[in-house]
T-cell receptor, first 113, second 113 residues
Framework: GENVEQHPSTLSVQEGDSAVIKCTYS??????FPWYKQELGKRPQLIID???NVGEKKDQRIAVTLNKTAKHFSLHITETQPEDSAVYFC????????????WGAGTKLIIKP | EAQVTQNPRYLITVTGKKLTVTCSQN?????MSWYRQDPGLGLRQIYY???????DKGDVPEGYKVSRKEKRNFPLILESPSPNQTSLYFC????????????FGPGTRLTVT
């Protein structure tokens, strides 16, 4: 079955620097790749997603890139701010069951002042 | 306000005492799901439902039951809770039509002693 690996498990960056979180997936039929952010004590919330017919998507300071050949996708956060501190989860799903997300284990992002 | 609600938010119980965690959404979503979140393990799916009276097992269904008698409600039942079911539980829903975004409830922190 599908497996999603997420790296690193913890990432510490200086405020203002960029952060990159990478996920790899195993099922070539996967075509939907969302990223969720979970602040401490809160529920996960979707921050950006990408479908396999595009290679990159941006929304202000966050972007996601997708390499279908290599089966990996990445979250990029530029000009990091203290409010970016959270756990970030990647996920993937197949074209025939897009509601069934296979989740990565999460990355704890720490923004150092 | 569009939302997913869960009750109770916190629960401490003893081994073997049946309990139910309720989940309700007011967005007329077809898809609903239960997850458990444990440190270092990310989000693991327990059960999901594609519509009324349609439920299926996720990755970790042992020890849990669900029902979907109405579209808005998706309760999680622990018939005989054990300490290894101590966890943070999230209910989520998704529209099933124009978006695959999952909307999460606030979470239920369950402790089984």
């Amino acid at each position: 079955g599908e497996n999603v690996e997420q790296h690193p498990s913890t990432l510490s960056v200086q405020e203002g620097d960029s952060a990159v979180i990478k996920c790899t997936y195993s099922d070539s039929a996967s075509n939907y790749f969302p990223w969720y952010k979970q602040e401490l004590g809160k529920r996960p919330q979707l921050i950006i997603d990408i479908r396999s017919n595009v290679g990159e998507k941006k929304d202000q300071r966050i972007a996601v890139t997708l390499n279908k050949t290599a089966k990996h996708f990445s979250l990029h956060i530029t000009e990091t701010q203290p409010e970016d501190s959270a756990v970030y989860f990647c996920a993937a799903s197949r074209w025939d069951s897009n509601y069934q997300l296979i989740w990565g284990a999460g990355t704890k992002l720490i923004i150092k002042p | 306000e569009a939302q997913v609600t869960q009750n109770p938010r916190y629960l401490i119980t003893v081994t073997g005492k049946k309990l139910t965690v309720t989940c309700s959404q007011n967005m007329n979503h077809e898809y609903m799901s239960w997850y458990r979140q444990d440190p270092g393990l990310g989000l693991r799916q327990i059960y999901y439902s594609m519509n009324v009276e349609v439920t299926d097992k996720g990755d970790v269904p042992e020890g849990y039951k669900v029902s979907r008698k109405e579209k808005r409600n998706f309760p999680l039942i622990l018939e005989s809770p054990s300490p290894n079911q101590t966890s943070l539980y999230f209910c989520a829903s998704s529209s099933g039509t124009d978006s695959y975004e999952q909307y999460f409830g606030p979470g239920t922190r369950l402790t089984v002693t």
